[in-house]
């Protein structure tokens, strides 16, 4: 059994998820975050026996306090997946600020508030895995998603920035960049821009949540040492870097 505690955000539902399921049936001690719905966080984790915490990201005291306790229950972070994220999609000039506020806060202040509670320990270690999830819409744009892309074109910028930080600590940092996946995000989205989405992707599906959970699985492993810094898209062939 592995027995790494791995920590991941926004955990109890799509690619959260089944992100937190594959690291689970891998032997890793999972706890995963959620932010408001008590009811379903508490369910998920009597069906899946995966710890949940709620904690809003974005509150860098919240982080700090709960950390804390998790290290306290669990012993220290080992495995950070950076999952949560939110969208408020609206074209630029009808966007209001407190939407892009909300989308940088809790997609990529979020990152760092996390980042900056686990980095000491995994630096004192001399290990840690950290991945950060990304999305196509920050590799390539798109249409109502200027705070969305910006944040997630952020967490490129900070996952090699970080990586060459903790590299020499045995930290690596990795971005996972998924196209369009089923779930409750993507199927929110009308569902006729949706079909002309779907008919860009040269699959000609949308992806599993699974498909992510498995890159993730494997860049959180003691045999990914050798790669960070880098962006892994799942994207069936949507966008090619
Ligand atoms: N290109 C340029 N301009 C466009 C456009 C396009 N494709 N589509 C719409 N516009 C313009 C319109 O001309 C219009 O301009 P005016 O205000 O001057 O008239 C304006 O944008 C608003 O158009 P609508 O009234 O038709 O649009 P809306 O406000 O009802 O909806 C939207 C806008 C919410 C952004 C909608 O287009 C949308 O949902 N787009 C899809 C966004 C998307 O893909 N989101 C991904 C969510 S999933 C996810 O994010 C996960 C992941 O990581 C992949």
Same mark, same amino acid.
Request: aromatic letters at 4%; a positive charge.
């Given at each position: 059994?592995?027995?790494?505690?791995?920590?991941?955000?926004?955990?109890?539902?799509?690619?959260? !998820?089944?992100?937190?399921?594959?690291?689970?049936?891998?032997?890793? $001690?999972? %706890?995963?975050?959620?932010? *408001?719905? #008590?009811? !379903?966080?508490?369910?998920?984790?009597?069906?899946?026996?995966?710890?949940?915490?709620?904690?809003?990201? =974005?509150?860098? #005291?919240?982080?700090?306090? !709960?950390? *804390?306790?998790?290290?306290?229950?669990?012993?220290?972070?080992?495995?950070?997946?950076?999952?949560?994220?939110?969208? &408020?999609?609206?074209?630029?000039?009808?966007?209001? @600020?407190?939407?892009?506020?909300?989308?940088?806060?809790?997609?990529?202040?979020?990152?760092?508030?996390?980042?900056?509670?686990?980095? @000491?320990?995994? &630096?004192?270690?001399?290990?840690? $895995?950290?991945?950060?999830?990304?999305?196509?819409?920050?590799?390539?744009?798109?249409? =109502?998603?200027?705070?969305? !892309?910006?944040?997630?074109?952020?967490?490129?910028?900070?996952?090699?920035?970080?990586?060459?930080? =903790?590299?020499?600590?045995?930290?690596?940092?990795?971005?996972?960049?998924?196209?369009?996946?089923?779930?409750?995000? %993507?199927?929110?989205?009308?569902?006729?821009?949706?079909?002309?989405?779907?008919?860009?992707?040269? %699959?000609? $599906?949308?992806?599993?949540?699974?498909?992510?959970? $498995?890159?993730?699985?494997?860049?959180?492993?003691?045999?990914?040492?050798?790669?960070? =810094?880098?962006?892994?898209?799942?994207?069936?062939?949507?966008?090619?870097?």
């Amino acid at each position: 059994m592995n027995g790494r505690v791995a920590l991941v955000t926004g955990g109890t539902r799509g690619i959260g !998820a089944a992100i937190s399921a594959a690291l689970h049936a891998n032997g890793y $001690r999972v %706890v995963v975050t959620y932010v *408001s719905d #008590d009811r !379903a966080a508490h369910e998920f984790s009597l069906r899946t026996g995966i710890s949940r915490l709620k904690l809003d990201g =974005g509150d860098a #005291d919240a982080c700090k306090t !709960a950390l *804390s306790q998790l290290t306290e229950r669990f012993g220290p972070v080992e495995v950070l997946v950076n999952n949560a994220g939110i969208t &408020r999609d609206a074209v630029l000039h009808r966007m209001q @600020p407190e939407q892009w506020a909300a989308v940088i806060q809790n997609n990529l202040t979020a990152c760092f508030n996390l980042c900056r509670e686990v980095v @000491p320990g995994m &630096r004192e270690r001399g290990f840690g $895995r950290i991945i950060n999830i990304g999305s196509i819409n920050g590799q390539t744009g798109q249409v =109502g998603q200027t705070a969305y !892309a910006a944040a997630k074109a952020g967490l490129h910028g900070f996952t090699m920035a970080l990586a060459r930080e =903790g590299a020499s600590k045995g930290i690596t940092v990795n971005l996972v960049a998924p196209g369009y996946i089923e779930t409750d995000m %993507v199927r929110s989205v009308n569902p006729e821009i949706l079909q002309r989405i779907i008919a860009q992707i040269p %699959v000609g $599906r949308l992806g599993t949540p699974e498909e992510v959970a $498995r890159a993730v699985l494997f860049l959180a492993s003691d045999q990914s040492g050798f790669i960070t =810094g880098s962006t892994l898209t799942i994207n069936g062939g949507h966008h090619m870097a």
